[in-house]
């Protein structure tokens, strides 16, 4: 089984509705976070989260919102879809010892599109 | 403003054909250099961390090599199974954020 599992892995839908995207992690990791990607623009960081009470904003946060329902699940919502939100979503999750030196380890993805 | 450039975005390569992917980066306290390979259909797939100037990694066919400015990925007598898109990222904070170069599209033809 995946260490990082995330749900759905694809999904179609249409501008203004509500889209969540899930991810569940079975590393025991405290650090998750959420990645967009696009062609020719790499990985960027939408949230990031450090334990279920610590919610941090990325570089690339509006538009979004996530929740952290426990230790080993992170969600990600979309309000209101809109069109240039279609890409690939990510979730990463770290182990925290060691600071910031330590590698990231991702899902599979969810390949999101908004007509 | 931190950056992070990957070069060439592409490269096709004959099998055995040997070649280096050259990850540039201009941050203020580099904390890590993270490479990873990521195949159409999936998530990145972590390859090797670099922590300081001079630090060399090794798997398989590649090797990883970091100086003050910027990391190569050196891929040595490529397999076809070597294609893939090859991402290097870094980390300049406690806080385990990533900033993540485009990426360099790898291509070996048998």
């Known amino acids: 089984d995946a260490d990082v599992t995330q749900t759905p892995r694809n999904r179609i839908t249409k501008t203004g509705k509500r889209i969540m995207l899930e991810c569940s992690q079975t590393k025991g990791h405290d650090r998750m976070y959420w990645y967009r990607q696009d062609p020719g623009l790499g990985l960027r960081l939408i949230y990031y989260?450090?334990?279920?009470?610590?919610?941090n904003k990325g570089e690339i946060s509006d538009g979004y919102s996530v929740s952290r329902q426990a230790q080993a699940k992170f969600s990600l919502s979309l309000e209101s879809a809109i069109p240039n939100q279609t890409a690939l979503y990510f979730c990463?999750?770290?182990?925290?010892?060691?600071?910031?030196?330590?590698?990231?380890?991702f899902g599979d993805g969810t390949r999101l599109s908004i007509l | 403003e931190d950056q992070v450039t990957q070069s060439p975005e592409a490269l096709r390569l004959q099998e055995g054909e040997s070649s280096s992917l050259n990850c540039s980066y201009t941050v203020s306290g580099l904390r890590g250099l993270f490479w990873y390979r990521q195949d159409p259909g999936k998530g990145p797939e972590f390859l090797f961390t670099?922590?300081?100037a001079g630090e060399e990694k090794e798997k398989e066919r590649l090797k990883a090599t970091l100086t003050k400015k910027e990391s190569f990925l050196h891929i040595t007598a490529p397999k076809p199974e070597d294609s893939a898109t090859y991402l290097c990222?870094?980390?300049?904070?406690?806080?385990?954020?990533?900033?993540f170069g485009a990426g360099t599209q790898v291509v070996v033809t048998p």
């Open positions: 990463a999750t770290s182990d925290p010892q060691g600071g910031g030196n330590q590698p990231q380890h």
């Open positions: 989260s450090f334990d279920v009470k610590d919610i």
């Open positions: 990222a870094v980390s300049t904070d406690s806080w385990g954020k990533f900033q």
């Open positions: 670099l922590y300081s």
